[in-house]
T-cell receptor
Framework: GAVVSQHPSRVICKSGTSVKIECRSL??????MFWYRQFPKQSLMLMAT?????????EQGVEKDKFLINHASLTLSTLTVTSAHPEDSSFYIC?????????????FGPGTRLTVL | GEDVEQSLFLSVREGDSSVINCTYT??????LYWYKQEPGAGLQLLTY?????DMKQDQRLTVLLNKKDKHLSLRIADTQTGDSAIYFC?????????FGQGTELSVKP
């Protein structure tokens, strides 16, 4: 149980285009999902907290107009990188919080490698 | 903000025990976690410990928590080459996870 998927696993795009990444909880409902960014050999940096049916909460320094988050259902959150530039190239990982009553554990997706040319 | 710190590298021989250490600063953390990340993959939850526990054992994994010193460790018994990965400890701060930098474990045959 507690499987989280991401799509696509890898994407290459041209500078100036927008890219959408999907995060799905496959066997549980997640009212809260999280988006992280990871640079090579570094830790995960939390970008935003995505709550179903409401606006995402962004961490300091993360541009909400550039990284659009939509959490339209209890099993799907999307991250759209708008007008992508080479500095946006990174590994993006989502997680979904397991239902309350458990340890409030986050389960992570396999990540999406974004390369902007 | 709160900090979680880990040593960056650990190298062991196959069959030996590995001990990965972590220090954290938020004394109000209720849960502390260990995650494993293999190259190019997401994070896999290995185990967690509640803050009122001193130790938790799960097969080859043993977690020790010293709440006074805010020190967490993960011991892997009989380390195998398949255990080579980056290991992250994390503390829960409110609804968020704060991660350490990750410890790269290298297991040599």
């Amino acid at each position: 149980g507690a499987v989280v998927s991401q799509h696509p696993s890898r994407v290459i795009c041209k500078s100036g285009t927008s890219v959408k990444i999907e995060c799905r909880s496959l066997d549980f409902q997640a009212t809260t999902m999280f988006w992280y960014r990871q640079f090579p050999k570094q830790s995960l940096m939390l970008m935003a907290t995505s709550n179903e049916g409401s606006k995402a909460t962004y961490e300091q320094g993360v541009e909400k107009d550039k990284f659009l988050i939509n959490h339209a259902s209890l099993t799907l959150s999307t991250l759209t990188v708008t007008s992508a530039h080479p500095e946006d190239s990174s590994f993006y990982i989502c997680s979904a919080r397991a239902p309350s009553g458990s340890t409030d554990t986050q389960y992570f997706g396999p990540g999406t490698r974004l390369t902007v040319l | 903000g709160e900090d979680v710190e880990q040593s960056l590298f650990l190298s062991v021989r196959e069959g030996d025990s590995s001990v990965i250490n972590c220090t954290y600063t938020d004394s109000s953390s209720t849960y502390l976690y260990w995650y494993k990340q293999e190259p190019g993959a997401g994070l896999q939850l290995l185990t967690y410990i509640f803050s009122n526990m001193d130790m938790k054992q799960d097969q080859r994994l043993t977690v020790l928590l010293n709440k006074k010193d805010k020190h967490l460790s993960l011991r892997i018994a009989d380390t195998q080459t398949g255990d080579s990965a980056i290991y992250f400890c994390a503390e829960r701060e409110g609804g968020k996870l704060i991660f350490g930098q990750g410890t790269e474990l290298s297991v040599k045959p």
